[in-house]
Protein backbone atom coordinates (compact mmCIF):
# COMPACT_ATOMS: atom_id res chain seq x y z
CA UNK A 1 0.00 0.00 0.00
CA UNK A 2 1.27 3.62 -0.64
CA UNK A 3 -0.40 5.13 2.26
CA UNK A 4 3.08 5.72 3.97
CA UNK A 5 3.69 8.37 0.62
CA UNK A 6 0.46 9.91 1.19
CA UNK A 7 0.97 13.73 0.68
CA UNK A 8 -0.38 16.35 3.71
CA UNK A 9 -3.19 17.76 1.58
CA UNK A 10 -4.72 14.73 0.73
CA UNK A 11 -4.28 13.58 4.21
CA UNK A 12 -6.54 17.11 4.89
CA UNK A 13 -9.01 16.47 2.23
CA UNK A 14 -9.62 12.29 2.93
CA UNK A 15 -11.70 12.76 6.26
CA UNK A 16 -13.55 15.39 5.22
CA UNK A 17 -14.58 13.11 2.25
CA UNK A 18 -15.48 10.99 4.54
CA UNK A 19 -17.77 12.42 6.75
CA UNK A 20 -18.99 14.10 3.68
CA UNK A 21 -19.90 10.60 2.81
CA UNK A 22 -21.30 9.03 5.75
CA UNK A 23 -23.40 12.13 6.46
CA UNK A 24 -25.75 11.96 3.20
CA UNK A 25 -28.62 10.18 2.90
CA UNK A 26 -29.75 6.47 2.05
CA UNK A 27 -28.07 3.10 0.95
CA UNK A 28 -26.53 1.12 -1.64
CA UNK A 29 -26.12 4.61 -3.58
CA UNK A 30 -23.64 6.06 -5.94
CA UNK A 31 -22.00 9.32 -6.19
CA UNK A 32 -20.00 11.12 -8.75
CA UNK A 33 -16.65 13.16 -7.52
CA UNK A 34 -18.53 16.23 -9.15
CA UNK A 35 -21.08 16.32 -6.53
CA UNK A 36 -18.97 15.60 -3.57
CA UNK A 37 -16.52 18.50 -4.88
CA UNK A 38 -19.96 20.98 -5.41
CA UNK A 39 -20.68 19.96 -1.72
CA UNK A 40 -17.36 20.50 -0.55
CA UNK A 41 -16.96 23.46 -2.10
CA UNK A 42 -13.39 21.74 -3.55
CA UNK A 43 -12.52 21.86 -7.34
CA UNK A 44 -13.43 18.75 -9.34
CA UNK A 45 -10.87 17.64 -11.14
CA UNK A 46 -8.89 17.71 -7.52
CA UNK A 47 -11.64 15.60 -6.10
CA UNK A 48 -11.77 13.10 -9.01
CA UNK A 49 -7.77 12.82 -8.83
CA UNK A 50 -7.80 12.06 -5.28
CA UNK A 51 -10.50 9.37 -5.68
CA UNK A 52 -8.80 7.86 -8.39
CA UNK A 53 -5.45 7.37 -5.88
CA UNK A 54 -8.04 5.75 -3.15
CA UNK A 55 -10.21 3.64 -5.12
CA UNK A 56 -9.38 3.53 -8.98
CA UNK A 57 -10.78 5.26 -11.63
CA UNK A 58 -14.70 5.77 -11.55
CA UNK A 59 -17.06 5.36 -14.21
CA UNK A 60 -18.22 8.79 -15.89
CA UNK A 61 -22.53 7.50 -15.66
CA UNK A 62 -22.84 5.72 -12.87
CA UNK A 63 -20.29 7.42 -10.69
CA UNK A 64 -18.80 5.29 -7.66
CA UNK A 65 -20.58 3.46 -5.17
CA UNK A 66 -20.89 5.56 -2.19
CA UNK A 67 -20.41 2.53 0.35
CA UNK A 68 -17.09 1.25 -1.53
CA UNK A 69 -15.59 4.30 -1.58
CA UNK A 70 -16.29 4.75 2.36
CA UNK A 71 -14.83 1.43 2.78
CA UNK A 72 -11.35 2.33 0.66
CA UNK A 73 -10.81 5.60 2.77
CA UNK A 74 -11.13 4.03 5.82
CA UNK A 75 -8.71 1.65 4.51
CA UNK A 76 -6.39 3.72 3.01
CA UNK A 77 -6.24 5.82 6.02
CA UNK A 78 -5.67 2.31 8.50
CA UNK A 79 -9.46 3.43 10.21
CA UNK A 80 -10.17 0.26 10.29
CA UNK A 81 -7.25 -1.71 12.74
CA UNK A 82 -7.22 -0.75 16.08
CA UNK A 83 -4.24 1.11 17.86
CA UNK A 84 -4.15 0.73 22.04
CA UNK A 85 -3.93 4.44 23.71
CA UNK A 86 -3.28 6.10 26.87
CA UNK A 87 -4.14 9.46 28.41
CA UNK A 88 -1.97 11.33 30.58
CA UNK A 89 -4.03 14.33 32.72
CA UNK A 90 -7.53 13.57 33.76
CA UNK A 91 -8.36 17.08 33.78
CA UNK A 92 -11.51 17.97 32.32
CA UNK A 93 -9.79 18.29 28.65
CA UNK A 94 -8.20 14.72 29.20
CA UNK A 95 -11.46 13.38 30.64
CA UNK A 96 -13.51 15.02 27.35
CA UNK A 97 -10.84 13.20 25.11
CA UNK A 98 -10.95 9.58 27.11
CA UNK A 99 -14.79 9.55 26.26
CA UNK A 100 -14.87 11.07 22.56
CA UNK A 101 -16.93 8.57 21.33
CA UNK A 102 -15.46 9.47 17.59
CA UNK A 103 -11.84 7.98 17.90
CA UNK A 104 -12.55 4.46 18.22
CA UNK A 105 -13.95 4.96 14.78
CA UNK A 106 -10.49 6.58 13.69
CA UNK A 107 -8.66 3.26 14.89
CA UNK A 108 -7.49 5.36 18.23
CA UNK A 109 -8.85 2.49 21.04
CA UNK A 110 -7.90 4.52 24.34
CA UNK A 111 -8.43 2.37 27.17
CA UNK A 112 -7.29 4.01 30.21
CA UNK A 113 -6.57 7.77 31.61
CA UNK A 114 -3.39 8.79 34.48
CA UNK A 115 -3.02 11.01 36.99
CA UNK A 116 -0.67 12.18 39.18
CA UNK A 117 -4.00 12.57 41.65
CA UNK A 118 -7.04 11.02 40.30
CA UNK A 119 -10.21 11.96 41.93
CA UNK A 120 -12.22 9.73 40.37
CA UNK A 121 -11.74 6.42 39.52
CA UNK A 122 -13.45 6.21 36.31
CA UNK A 123 -14.89 8.64 33.56
CA UNK A 124 -18.31 9.28 32.87
CA UNK A 125 -18.38 6.48 30.00
CA UNK A 126 -16.77 3.94 32.46
CA UNK A 127 -12.87 4.19 31.28
CA UNK A 128 -10.57 3.80 34.28
CA UNK A 129 -8.62 6.27 35.17
CA UNK A 130 -5.68 5.14 37.28
CA UNK A 131 -2.51 6.94 39.10
CA UNK A 132 0.61 7.55 36.94
CA UNK A 133 2.71 5.28 39.01
CA UNK A 134 0.76 2.02 37.11
CA UNK A 135 1.78 3.35 33.52
CA UNK A 136 4.95 1.38 33.30
CA UNK A 137 3.51 -1.94 34.17
CA UNK A 138 0.00 -1.32 31.86
CA UNK A 139 1.92 0.29 28.52
CA UNK A 140 3.83 -3.01 28.73
CA UNK A 141 1.00 -5.23 29.79
CA UNK A 142 -1.23 -3.47 27.21
CA UNK A 143 1.29 -3.16 24.46
CA UNK A 144 -0.36 0.65 24.21
CA UNK A 145 1.40 2.35 21.01
CA UNK A 146 0.26 5.83 21.15
CA UNK A 147 0.33 8.20 24.62
CA UNK A 148 -1.66 11.31 24.94
CA UNK A 149 -0.42 13.98 26.63
CA UNK A 150 -3.51 16.20 28.46
CA UNK A 151 -1.41 17.48 31.37
CA UNK A 152 -0.59 21.29 31.79
CA UNK A 153 2.48 22.98 29.95
CA UNK A 154 4.64 22.68 33.04
CA UNK A 155 4.31 18.92 33.53
CA UNK A 156 4.45 18.30 29.58
CA UNK A 157 8.06 16.94 28.89
CA UNK A 158 8.17 14.76 32.18
CA UNK A 159 5.16 13.20 31.44
CA UNK A 160 6.44 13.27 27.58
CA UNK A 161 9.97 11.18 29.46
CA UNK A 162 7.69 8.92 31.09
CA UNK A 163 5.93 7.37 27.88
CA UNK A 164 8.93 6.87 26.02
CA UNK A 165 10.79 5.56 28.96
CA UNK A 166 7.36 2.94 28.85
CA UNK A 167 8.28 2.05 25.53
CA UNK A 168 5.73 4.11 23.70
CA UNK A 169 6.86 5.58 20.39
CA UNK A 170 3.84 7.66 19.31
CA UNK A 171 2.87 11.13 21.26
CA UNK A 172 -0.02 12.99 20.56
CA UNK A 173 0.18 16.47 22.73
CA UNK A 174 -2.43 19.03 24.13
CA UNK A 175 -0.03 20.72 26.33
CA UNK A 176 0.68 24.30 24.75
CA UNK A 177 4.49 23.42 24.63
CA UNK A 178 7.30 22.20 22.59
CA UNK A 179 8.59 18.77 23.23
CA UNK A 180 11.67 17.42 22.92
CA UNK A 181 11.61 13.67 22.00
CA UNK A 182 14.25 10.75 21.06
CA UNK A 183 15.09 10.11 17.63
CA UNK A 184 12.95 7.28 16.31
CA UNK A 185 9.55 8.86 18.37
CA UNK A 186 6.71 10.43 16.61
CA UNK A 187 5.51 13.50 18.37
CA UNK A 188 2.09 15.34 17.19
CA UNK A 189 0.94 18.70 19.04
CA UNK A 190 -2.26 20.22 18.89
CA UNK A 191 -1.70 23.75 19.39
CA UNK A 192 -4.93 25.29 20.09
CA UNK A 193 -3.19 28.88 20.73
CA UNK A 194 -2.15 28.85 16.62
CA UNK A 195 -6.20 28.54 16.06
CA UNK A 196 -7.77 31.37 18.58
CA UNK A 197 -4.11 33.60 17.61
CA UNK A 198 -5.20 33.29 13.39
CA UNK A 199 -8.53 33.22 13.97
CA UNK A 200 -8.62 36.90 16.08
CA UNK A 201 -5.76 38.42 13.86
CA UNK A 202 -8.35 37.39 10.80
CA UNK A 203 -11.15 38.98 12.10
CA UNK A 204 -8.88 42.10 12.70
CA UNK A 205 -7.72 42.29 9.27
CA UNK A 206 -11.51 42.46 8.12
CA UNK A 207 -12.40 44.80 10.50
CA UNK A 208 -9.86 46.78 8.91
CA UNK A 209 -10.79 46.36 5.32
CA UNK A 210 -14.67 47.04 6.16
CA UNK B 1 0.46 47.27 12.76
CA UNK B 2 1.64 44.53 10.38
CA UNK B 3 0.03 41.82 11.98
CA UNK B 4 -2.60 41.47 9.25
CA UNK B 5 -0.15 39.85 7.67
CA UNK B 6 1.48 37.77 9.12
CA UNK B 7 2.66 34.46 7.71
CA UNK B 8 1.17 31.01 8.99
CA UNK B 9 4.48 29.54 9.52
CA UNK B 10 5.25 32.45 11.63
CA UNK B 11 2.39 32.80 13.40
CA UNK B 12 2.63 28.69 14.58
CA UNK B 13 6.30 29.75 15.89
CA UNK B 14 5.16 33.01 17.84
CA UNK B 15 2.67 30.80 20.42
CA UNK B 16 5.72 28.57 20.94
CA UNK B 17 8.18 31.10 21.68
CA UNK B 18 6.16 32.64 23.52
CA UNK B 19 5.48 29.19 25.78
CA UNK B 20 9.17 28.76 25.80
CA UNK B 21 9.81 32.04 27.46
CA UNK B 22 7.02 32.03 29.75
CA UNK B 23 8.20 28.91 31.40
CA UNK B 24 11.82 30.64 31.93
CA UNK B 25 12.58 30.52 35.61
CA UNK B 26 13.82 33.89 36.92
CA UNK B 27 12.94 37.76 36.28
CA UNK B 28 14.23 40.26 34.83
CA UNK B 29 16.83 38.35 32.64
CA UNK B 30 18.08 38.47 29.34
CA UNK B 31 17.90 35.96 26.58
CA UNK B 32 19.53 35.54 23.29
CA UNK B 33 17.69 34.16 19.95
CA UNK B 34 20.46 31.74 20.06
CA UNK B 35 19.25 29.97 22.79
CA UNK B 36 15.90 30.12 22.01
CA UNK B 37 16.56 28.57 18.66
CA UNK B 38 18.64 25.76 20.75
CA UNK B 39 15.79 25.05 23.39
CA UNK B 40 13.09 24.61 20.55
CA UNK B 41 15.02 22.86 18.03
CA UNK B 42 14.67 25.53 15.60
CA UNK B 43 17.54 27.22 13.35
CA UNK B 44 19.33 30.44 15.02
CA UNK B 45 18.86 32.63 11.69
CA UNK B 46 15.18 31.88 11.50
CA UNK B 47 14.61 32.79 15.03
CA UNK B 48 16.53 36.24 14.90
CA UNK B 49 14.15 37.19 11.95
CA UNK B 50 11.55 36.43 13.62
CA UNK B 51 12.23 38.37 16.65
CA UNK B 52 13.51 40.90 14.65
CA UNK B 53 10.17 41.28 13.20
CA UNK B 54 8.29 41.29 16.46
CA UNK B 55 10.45 43.24 18.96
CA UNK B 56 13.08 44.76 16.86
CA UNK B 57 17.18 43.80 16.64
CA UNK B 58 18.31 42.33 19.35
CA UNK B 59 21.92 43.57 21.03
CA UNK B 60 24.43 40.84 19.96
CA UNK B 61 25.90 40.95 23.54
CA UNK B 62 23.03 41.09 25.81
CA UNK B 63 20.58 39.66 24.01
CA UNK B 64 16.92 40.38 24.79
CA UNK B 65 14.86 41.25 27.88
CA UNK B 66 12.52 38.45 28.29
CA UNK B 67 9.80 40.02 29.53
CA UNK B 68 9.92 42.83 26.91
CA UNK B 69 10.14 39.77 24.37
CA UNK B 70 6.70 38.38 25.87
CA UNK B 71 5.07 42.08 26.36
CA UNK B 72 5.60 42.21 21.98
CA UNK B 73 4.26 38.73 21.09
CA UNK B 74 1.68 39.16 23.23
CA UNK B 75 0.44 42.75 21.35
CA UNK B 76 1.47 41.24 18.19
CA UNK B 77 -1.00 38.27 18.59
CA UNK B 78 -3.43 40.54 20.05
CA UNK B 79 -3.50 38.67 23.00
CA UNK B 80 -4.02 41.43 25.56
CA UNK B 81 -7.25 41.93 24.28
CA UNK B 82 -10.48 40.20 24.55
CA UNK B 83 -12.97 38.88 22.17
CA UNK B 84 -16.41 37.83 24.06
CA UNK B 85 -16.95 34.52 22.69
CA UNK B 86 -19.55 31.75 23.28
CA UNK B 87 -19.54 27.78 22.90
CA UNK B 88 -22.58 25.94 21.47
CA UNK B 89 -22.68 21.98 22.71
CA UNK B 90 -22.49 21.27 26.32
CA UNK B 91 -21.38 17.71 25.92
CA UNK B 92 -17.99 16.85 27.76
CA UNK B 93 -15.81 18.54 24.86
CA UNK B 94 -18.01 21.62 24.83
CA UNK B 95 -17.79 21.61 29.08
CA UNK B 96 -14.08 20.97 28.78
CA UNK B 97 -13.36 24.18 26.03
CA UNK B 98 -15.86 26.34 28.24
CA UNK B 99 -13.38 25.62 31.18
CA UNK B 100 -10.22 25.47 29.41
CA UNK B 101 -8.80 28.55 31.57
CA UNK B 102 -5.76 28.97 29.20
CA UNK B 103 -7.82 30.46 26.74
CA UNK B 104 -8.03 33.55 28.19
CA UNK B 105 -4.07 34.27 28.26
CA UNK B 106 -4.91 33.96 24.51
CA UNK B 107 -7.51 36.77 24.48
CA UNK B 108 -10.68 34.39 24.03
CA UNK B 109 -12.84 35.60 26.87
CA UNK B 110 -15.58 32.32 26.49
CA UNK B 111 -18.30 34.01 28.28
CA UNK B 112 -21.18 30.97 27.79
CA UNK B 113 -22.39 27.79 26.55
CA UNK B 114 -25.70 27.24 24.85
CA UNK B 115 -27.20 23.48 24.21
CA UNK B 116 -30.31 22.03 22.48
CA UNK B 117 -31.30 20.49 25.75
CA UNK B 118 -28.91 21.38 29.03
CA UNK B 119 -28.76 19.29 31.72
CA UNK B 120 -26.99 21.22 34.19
CA UNK B 121 -27.11 25.23 34.54
CA UNK B 122 -23.83 25.55 34.62
CA UNK B 123 -20.15 24.26 34.49
CA UNK B 124 -17.65 23.09 36.94
CA UNK B 125 -16.41 26.45 36.57
CA UNK B 126 -19.23 28.49 37.13
CA UNK B 127 -19.96 29.38 33.81
CA UNK B 128 -23.74 29.13 32.43
CA UNK B 129 -25.26 26.89 30.27
CA UNK B 130 -28.35 28.18 28.29
CA UNK B 131 -30.92 26.75 26.39
CA UNK B 132 -30.08 27.45 22.53
CA UNK B 133 -33.50 29.61 22.55
CA UNK B 134 -31.55 32.47 24.41
CA UNK B 135 -28.67 32.52 22.17
CA UNK B 136 -29.74 35.49 19.75
CA UNK B 137 -30.89 37.79 22.34
CA UNK B 138 -27.47 36.84 23.98
CA UNK B 139 -25.43 37.19 21.34
CA UNK B 140 -26.98 40.90 20.60
CA UNK B 141 -27.30 41.49 24.26
CA UNK B 142 -23.17 40.93 24.62
CA UNK B 143 -22.00 41.70 21.67
CA UNK B 144 -20.61 38.30 21.02
CA UNK B 145 -17.36 37.98 18.37
CA UNK B 146 -17.06 34.22 17.88
CA UNK B 147 -18.85 31.03 18.08
CA UNK B 148 -17.29 28.01 18.91
CA UNK B 149 -19.26 24.69 17.78
CA UNK B 150 -18.65 21.81 19.53
CA UNK B 151 -21.59 19.41 18.82
CA UNK B 152 -21.99 16.08 16.77
CA UNK B 153 -21.46 16.36 12.87
CA UNK B 154 -24.62 16.06 11.86
CA UNK B 155 -25.68 19.28 14.00
CA UNK B 156 -23.36 21.37 12.91
CA UNK B 157 -24.17 22.77 9.83
CA UNK B 158 -27.40 24.12 11.60
CA UNK B 159 -25.76 25.73 14.39
CA UNK B 160 -23.19 27.30 11.88
CA UNK B 161 -26.27 28.81 9.96
CA UNK B 162 -27.76 29.97 13.49
CA UNK B 163 -24.52 31.64 14.85
CA UNK B 164 -24.14 33.29 11.41
CA UNK B 165 -28.09 34.53 11.38
CA UNK B 166 -27.27 36.23 15.30
CA UNK B 167 -24.09 38.15 13.64
CA UNK B 168 -21.45 36.33 14.70
CA UNK B 169 -19.05 36.64 11.62
CA UNK B 170 -16.45 34.53 13.18
CA UNK B 171 -16.38 30.58 13.59
CA UNK B 172 -14.55 28.11 15.64
CA UNK B 173 -15.17 24.43 14.38
CA UNK B 174 -14.50 21.09 16.93
CA UNK B 175 -17.22 19.69 14.38
CA UNK B 176 -15.27 16.79 11.96
CA UNK B 177 -17.32 17.95 9.11
CA UNK B 178 -16.94 20.93 6.55
CA UNK B 179 -19.28 23.64 6.98
CA UNK B 180 -20.50 26.77 3.99
CA UNK B 181 -20.72 29.84 5.48
CA UNK B 182 -21.63 33.11 3.54
CA UNK B 183 -18.64 35.39 2.07
CA UNK B 184 -17.06 37.38 4.99
CA UNK B 185 -17.62 35.15 7.71
CA UNK B 186 -14.88 33.73 8.89
CA UNK B 187 -13.91 29.91 9.65
CA UNK B 188 -11.87 27.72 11.21
CA UNK B 189 -12.24 24.10 11.45
CA UNK B 190 -10.17 21.65 14.00
CA UNK B 191 -9.33 18.56 12.74
CA UNK B 192 -8.88 15.62 14.86
CA UNK B 193 -9.10 13.08 12.39
CA UNK B 194 -6.31 14.51 10.13
CA UNK B 195 -4.10 13.90 13.35
CA UNK B 196 -4.70 10.62 14.44
CA UNK B 197 -4.95 9.60 10.41
CA UNK B 198 -1.29 10.89 10.12
CA UNK B 199 0.13 9.84 13.58
CA UNK B 200 -0.86 6.15 12.68
CA UNK B 201 0.66 6.27 9.26
CA UNK B 202 3.49 7.07 10.39
CA UNK B 203 3.45 4.95 12.81
CA UNK B 204 3.03 2.60 10.23
CA UNK B 205 5.17 3.97 7.92
CA UNK B 206 8.06 3.76 10.79
CA UNK B 207 6.96 -0.20 11.45
CA UNK B 208 7.82 -0.85 7.50
CA UNK B 209 11.65 0.53 8.03
CA UNK B 210 12.79 -1.22 11.18
Redesign the interface.
Known sequence: MG??K?S?AL??R???Y???LK?LPGENRNISATAIARA??LGHVQVRKDLAKISGEGRCRTGRSRDQLIQDIEKY???TSR?TSIIVGA???G??LL??S??EN???NIVACFDLDPISKQS?SGKPIYSIGRLEFFCKYYDV??GIIAVP??DAQAVCNNLVSCGI??I?NFA???L?VPD?V?I?S?????????????????E?TE
Not at 190 to 206: D, F, H, I, T, Y
Request: charged share 20%; proline share 5%.
Open positions: SAIKLKLPVLNHSLGLDFTGPFQADYRFLGLDHIAEHAWPVHKGIRENLAVSVASLRLQMRANG
